[in-house]
Each structure stands twice: as C-alpha cells, then as structure tokens.
C-alpha cells in the first residue's frame, strides 16, 4: 500500500512538473512572439537587419502611418522670420570676384549639426562598378529629350561630359538611407517617416482654382512653407490619388517609365494613408517646390553641374532633370512635340495646365526629402530636414515664347513678365544658378548635340548661322529686342534656310549623336538667340536680389571643378561635401567623346569664317554683359 501511494505521490509531483513546463513554454513562446513581432515591425521600417534597403518606398507603402505607438504628431517649433534663417542670407559671389562667398546666418534654433543624417552609411552589398553604372544610367535617362547631353564642355582641355559616357561613382542616395543596427543605436538618428501632421498644417494649393488664377496674375497668396524643413515644402490633404496617371510627365514625355514608378509608388503610400486614416479626405503627402534652379545655359556644362550637385548628401536626385513646367507645359507652347502630346492626349489640352503636374513630379522627391534619417533633436521640437530639391531646366532663362498666354502679358508687344516671376511668386527665396560659355562655343556645341539633320557639315553650320542671324535683323528692323527674342516664330523661320545645302563634305549623323528623331523641334535652325546672355539675365536680375544669384563662367568650371563646388555649397546652405565624393569626381574626369567623335566627323572645329561672323555678332551683347556685370571675363577674349 506504502508503495502505492508513492508511485501516486510520484505520479502526481511529475503531472504537476509537466503541467509547470507546459505553462512556462506557452508564456516563452507568446513572449518570444511578441519580440519577434515587434522586432520585424522595426526593422522593416528602419531596414535593420543588414539588408540594403529597395531603392523605392514599396516596402513603406505598406506601413500604418497613423500608428501612434510608432509615430507622434509632429509639434513645429514657431514660424522663423526670413532673416532668422541661415539658407536666407548666404550671398552670391560678387561678379568681379566669384571666390569670396557670403558666410550664411546661424542657423543654430532650427537646424541641428549636418553629422549624422549625410553621413550615415548603407551597407555595402552590390558592386561597386555595378552601383556606378546602375546610377549613372538613371542619371542620363533622368535628362530630358532635347536639352539631353548639355554638359558639353568639349573643345576645352579636360572638359566635357556626354552622358552615354559619363562614369561617376555616385552612392545611392535613397528613401530610407539606413545604417546596421548597432551603428544607428550608436548615433541614435531620427527616422522623419513616423510624423503625422496635424490637421491645421493640411493645406490645398495643387487642386485650388482660385490659386491657379492668381498665379497667372502674380497675386497668389504665399504658400506657408514648413519652418523644419530647409526646402520649401508644405502639407497637403490628398482625395483623389489617382490624378498622378493624368500627369503631362506620364502621358507626354520620353521618360514616362520612370514617372510610372514613381507614381505608383506614392499612389500606394497615399491609400494606404488614407486607409489609415479616421475618415475619407484624410490621407496626406508632402509637396514641395524646388530650394535651387538652374535656369541656364544649354550645352554649358549643366548637366555635368547638376550631377555633381546632386553627389552631395543634402541634394536629392530626382526623376528628371529638366521639368520645363513654368516655360513650356504650364501655357501652350509652338513647338512640335508640346503640340503633339495634346493631339495625343485630349486630357492635356486644358490650359493653364495646373502646377499639380509640377508637384506630382516633385512627389517622390519630397518623400525622399521627408523620410531622410535625421540627427536626434529636442523632443519638444519637430527635427529639421536638411535636404534639397532643385530643378535643372536650362531652357527657363531664355524660352518664354509662351509668354504672351500669361494674363499680365496679354496685349502687349513683348512680355512684361516672364518666367522669373512665377519662380519668384512661389519660391521667392530659391537660389539661382547660371553657368554660361563662350556663346560662339557653345552655338557649335548645340548644332553638334541637338540639330537632327541625318547629314551635318561645317558649311551647313555656317549657312545655318547665316539664316539665323539674318532673321533676328529682320525683325530688329520693325520691333524691339525682347519681342524677337521671346518669339518662337522668328527664331525658327523656315523662309531664310539654305535650302538643301548637303554637300560633299558633310558627315553622316548617327543615332548615338542624336538626342530625338529628326522630326523634333531644333531640326533646323540653329538658336542662335541663346547666347545673347545679357537681355535675358537682365530680366532675372530685374526680379531676383543679386544675392540669390550666383553665376559661373564654364570655363573656370572645367578648371576648378571642386572650388566652385564649395562655393556653391554654401550658397545653398549647406556643410562641404565630403571628400571622397570629390575624389570621385577627379576619378571620372570631364570628357565628352560623343562630342568630339561629331567634331571628327564634321572635320573638326568650325570655319574660321564662321567663327569671325559669330564672334563679330556676340561681341557687343559680351559687352554689354561685361559691363553689367562687371568683369571682363565675359567678353570671352
């Protein structure tokens, strides 16, 4: 019996020990579970784990933005005067001396130290060389059709670029930069995605109709840009996300594709916001306009500029760059291609075409812009986003052969504003950037990478030249400067070209050589117009303060790539760029085989003949750019 109850008793201790460790795995497991949730919520959101993170916000998309246990409502600190802030009050250079750049303000209550976000690095797991090409070729399929490959600064020694050639060792520098885990617990870095705005900072410029209306009168009230934020962005309210696929840049360009994705992209992100949301119309997106332009010159190096810009950490790369929105899609313009995409699109044919087909390009730039990891801050305080958005569209200086569509502008003979003022209207503290060359140079340059002949020859250039300046003294004869200028009409006239000028000296054009086929614009006449920098330069000082401006001459460019750099980086308000990525830039060099190749073809440089009519007929607009300016380095001697 004794033995019994102890095989019972026995029997009852083990059940009970079993039933112990059952219950304490159940607990571990659920626990385990847990962590392991909320391990993987992490670093799907952070990229953590040591993955390279996609190159696109798919994985965002998917993300619960109003979760508020993972994100707060974002508390902004108190509107900043423009002249508290530093980016406000980084002069440009003097024109007599381009070195000596203004020091910006101290920007110390709203900007935290420039360590941290632009420096952290990705982990390393494609190739090097493949990263390289990968970026470059989005780089040159980001330019747009006809100002494509005017980073030309051939003809120089160790100038120029083409973009089939370039080869810069450019790092990715996209949303959601991430560093290992134990290297970001070390910086401890803010992630910008978990913001929420409140609902008093929604507001509605891109779908607002008496916005548009004012913009055409330059009395649009002042968009009310984010104080934490360097690049002039704001919130909005979005209910119809699938605007993005009536965009001009989805249905009208070359680069379509790469529009797609984008939109796509921010298109999920925003249903899923608004799926988030408490009720419908409250899902949102950060707009943001352009901090920087470069409004100028074609074939001048400005491509070549804008991708070194865009190799600094505070600059963002976006899908295209040159967007043309103010000079060429916002009002009906003449050429074929414009024409066309309404033929094609009904949908486009409503004018003015409302600035949300610029926004909506911007789009995927400003999530970049937002979601950037950034230094830790206060907790009371709202971080400070430090990156850029600019636009690269070399044609805003001199194309506003739309102009006479502006409201402002009807009824006169030329145009009283151009496309300075609406930069100036909705960004009126955008910094400037004109890089000009020798404009009989770079007239050459133009015919080389732009004219769409399937023969080109030398003399075709100089008969070219010849009609071109013909026409412009044709009408300088019966009306003022700025009307011929600012008019497509006569500076593509038909009636004064040579006709079949093919002789036996020209040189076959090749597809490489070409930008568009030969039926786009340019295709025959040469624009001859662009080079006279001086009336066109005076209209954007006449609307910007000169501090806002800072030119550069090509030909220093090409010799002092990495000075003028630097200088531009502060003008922009921001810290150096590395050095490495300046070491990178020296490794890809400045060619352009592309442009020497048709040079070859063509027999080599210009006429000489030629060259004495061009320069015989940009010296006095030199001189009178010299003089306003001040400095004789534009006479181009």
Known sequence: ??????????????????????????????????????????????????????????????????????????????????????????????????????????????????????????????????????????????????????????????????????????????????????????????????????????????????????????SAAAIPFLPNYKNPCWFEGVNNPKSYFDNFFVLATDRNMRFMESFKMMQELIEDRSSAADGPGEAW???????????????????????????????????MKELKYWNRVRHPHQSKRYQRAVEEHPILGEFPRPINHYLEALDYSAEKVRMAMLPPVDSKTAPFHQKLIGDGTPSYMWDFDSWSHMELNKGFLEPRYTVAHYIRQVTPDAKLIFILRNPTDRLYSDYKGFQKQKKKSRKFFHELCVAGIKSLDDCLHNRTMRSCLYDYEVNNREDVLPVSSFADDMAPSFPEDLVDNEEEDHDKAVRVRVGMYYHFLKDWFDVFPREQIFLIQ????????????????????????????????????????????????????????????????????????????????????
């Open 285 to 319: 997106r950060l707009r943001c306009l352009p901090a920087f332009y470069i409004p100028g010159v074609a074939k001048c190096g400005s491509t070549d500029l804008m991708m070194a810009l865009t190799m600094h950490p505070d600059i963002i790369k976006g899908d």
């Open 554 to 637: 090509l030909e220093d460019y090409s010799e002092r790539r990495e000075e003028i750099l630097a200088q531009l980086f502060e003008f922009l308000g921001l810290g150096p760029m590395p050095q490495d990525k300046y070491d990178k830039l020296k490794e890809v060099g400045v060619r352009n085989k592309a442009a020497r190749r048709m040079r070859d073809r063509l027999g080599g440089d210009m006429y000489e003949e030629t060259k004495r009519l061009l320069d015989a007929f940009y010296k006095p607009y030199n001189e009178q750019l010299a003089a306003f300016l001040k400095d004789d380095k534009y006479l181009w001697k």
């Open 1 to 218: 019996m004794r033995k019994l109850m102890h095989n019972k008793t026995t029997w009852i201790l083990l059940f009970v020990f079993v039933l112990w460790l059952s219950v304490f795995a159940v607990n571990r497991k659920k626990s385990n579970k847990e962590f392991e949730l909320e391990g993987d919520d992490y670093a799907n959101a952070f990229s953590y784990d040591g993955q390279e993170q996609e190159k696109d916000i798919n994985d965002i998309a998917g993300y619960n933005y109003e979760n508020t246990e993972r994100g707060e409502e974002v508390q902004l600190p108190p509107t900043v005067k423009p002249e508290q802030e530093g980016e406000q009050l980084g002069g440009a250079p003097d024109a007599e001396d381009t070195e000596e750049e203004a020091v910006p303000g101290d920007d110390s209550k709203l900007e935290p130290p420039t360590e941290g976000a632009s420096q952290v690095d990705e982990p390393q797991e494609k190739d090097e060389e493949a990263v390289e090409e990968e970026e470059m070729r989005k780089f040159e399929e980001g330019q747009d059709e006809e100002e494509e490959g005017d980073s030309d600064m051939d003809d120089m020694a160790g100038a120029g670029r083409e973009e089939d050639e370039m080869e810069a060792d450019v790092e990715e520098k996209e949303v959601g930069e991430s560093a290992p885990k134990a290297e970001l617990e070390e910086s401890n870095l803010y992630d910008g995605r978990f913001e929420i705005p409140k609902p008093d900072l929604l507001h509605n410029f891109s779908n607002n109709p008496e916005f548009e209306r004012k913009l055409d009168t330059l």
